[in-house]
Nanobody, 126 residues
Framework: QVQLVESGGGSVQAGGSLRLSCAASDYIYSSYCMGWFRQAPGKEREGLAAIYRGDGSTYYSDSVKGRFTISLDNAKNTLYLQMNSLKPEDTAMYYC???????????????????WGQGTQVTVSS
């Protein structure tokens, strides 16, 4: 299985920024869809952003659009999530995920990805 390792989480005040990284054990081929999710205690996992390696298409949830940016560095086999203007409601465990198929405009935000990282905690204080 593909191994994914998140890093970059931590504590930050509202309005601050964090950059999350997701290192993949294998080369991210053109057929891969890569995504970022988050989950707060007692809530379902929420899709935040996704990127399709094949054509570079990106997808964002309404809750993070304009604040978060997903990107991919193929040379480093690393996925990134730049998070700006953080809010207390952004507090959650953040996960990266990978699927060996194209992203779907209808299902990218659903947890259908085959591979998941262990998560990195993000805490935003008022």
């Amino acid at each position: 299985q593909v191994q994914l390792v998140e890093s970059g989480g931590g504590s930050v005040q509202a309005g601050g920024s964090l950059r999350l990284s997701c290192a993949a054990s294998d080369y991210i081929y053109s057929s891969y869809c890569m995504g970022w999710f988050r989950q707060a205690p007692g809530k379902e996992r929420e899709g935040l952003a996704a990127i399709y390696r094949g054509d570079g298409s990106t997808y964002y949830s309404d809750s993070v659009k304009g604040r978060f940016t997903i990107s991919l560095d193929n040379a480093k086999n690393t996925l990134y999530l730049q998070m700006n203007s953080l809010k207390p409601e952004d507090t959650a465990m953040y996960y990266c995920a990978s699927e060996r198929s194209p992203c779907s405009s209808f299902s990218w935000a659903r947890p259908w990805y085959a591979y998941w990282g262990q998560g990195t905690q993000v805490t935003v204080s008022s």
